[in-house]
């Protein structure tokens, strides 16, 4: 079976342009349900995240009217307490890709603050594109592209990409708090980026490249990735 390694943020609060912090961190969903799709098949995941420090979960996406019911949002907590992958995290400077056969990363508002700026995504990003092996980032994850910019160029540049949308971020009520939105800097870094219905899930695959818009989208981003598996 095929090891598959998730990269996830090690942050616990996101800096909004006053100053403050934003509690956040991964969001459920994006963890739980591709987690449950592989490990259910017999593939073994492996976290890494900055600093191996254990990913915090953003309690919002606990929240049964976030969740969409509180049956769903006790399943999520069911399967993040029993993933032991999740409180033995790797070093992200230590991840190579040679070890792995596929990379996940799962979003929420913390890879905004951390993996957005941080050189082992960047260059674990910059390895998995010409080599063929499925690379899956879905909502706010696809802030970690930004971490592959060199002399203000970006190897993800002209690739079809999707992410969390400055239409949905305003939704949440962030969009004017934020320093930056996602869908902003992205479409600066040269991506083609592409959106679907708010809310609803919507993925784009470009070459070996799968990105997803939203949370809805992560269950649909863990079905591509099996198929490809």
Not at 27 to 51: N, R
Not at 166 to 180: D, F, I, K, M
């Amino acid at each position: 079976m095929a090891k598959v390694l998730f990269v996830m943020t090690g942050t616990p609060y996101w800096t909004l342009k006053d100053g403050t912090r934003y509690a956040t961190g991964y969001w459920a969903e994006e963890f739980a349900a591709p987690y449950k799709a592989l490990t259910e098949v017999g593939h073994e995941i492996t976290v890494a995240t900055p600093g191996a420090a254990v990913p915090t979960v953003d309690m919002m996406s606990l929240r049964p009217d976030m969740a969409g019911s509180a049956q769903i949002a006790l399943d999520l907590e069911a399967i993040i307490r029993s993933a032991e992958v999740m409180r033995r995290p790797i070093h992200l400077a230590d991840a190579r890709l040679d070890d792995y056969d596929a990379i996940y990363f799962p979003g929420g508002h913390g890879p905004m603050e951390d993996l957005s700026v941080d050189a082992d995504a960047g260059r674990l990003l910059t390895a998995a594109l010409p080599s063929g092996k499925p690379l899956a980032i879905v909502c706010h994850a696809p802030a970690a592209m930004l971490a592959t910019r060199i002399h203000g160029k970006s190897p993800f540049a002209g690739y079809r990409v999707t992410g969390f949308t400055n239409e949905e971020e305003e939704e949440v009520g962030l969009a004017q708090r934020a320093r930056w939105t996602l869908e902003t800097e992205l479409i600066a870094l040269g991506v083609d980026f592409t959106r679907g219905e708010k809310w609803k899930p919507y993925t784009v695959v470009d070459r070996n490249l799968y990105t997803g818009q939203n949370p809805a989208s992560a269950s649909h981003l863990a079905e591509r990735l099996l198929k490809v598996l």
